[in-house]
């Protein structure tokens, strides 16, 4: 089967997508959560060193928000990305396919 040059465009641009959306998304999402963890962080440590009743220190503070990034996206949530960006290009393609389809269809009805 030989492809034309909208079909490998749209090869392309759909290996292209499947790569690029997924990483961006992960990444923007990991920035987001990095910088939420360290405002509710630093806003944990400022509570602490206020007079309190000894049951909020900075060792509690380190419990309740953990520093080493245990609860980001790592690449298990990239691949589901990456597989769900590729269905959805694929379905988008067969949808765009079939249009194009019924219109050569209905024109061709037309030049009878």
């Not at 290996?15 to 992960?26: F, Y």
Request: proline fraction near 3%.
């Amino acid at each position: 089967m030989k492809l034309g040059i909208w079909n490998r465009l749209a090869t392309v641009l759909i290996v292209l997508t499947s790569l690029i959306l997924p990483t961006w998304l992960i990444v923007s999402s990991n920035v987001e959560f990095a910088k939420a963890h360290e405002e509710g962080y630093q806003a944990c440590v400022t509570r602490a060193m206020e007079p309190n009743d000894g049951t909020l220190t900075i060792e509690a503070c380190r419990e309740i928000w953990p520093i080493d990034g245990r609860t980001s996206y790592g690449m298990a949530q990239w691949w589901e990305a990456v597989g769900a960006t590729l269905v959805g290009c694929i379905l988008l393609y067969g949808l765009l396919w079939v249009t194009v389809s019924i219109a050569k269809w209905v024109w061709r009805g037309r030049e009878v």
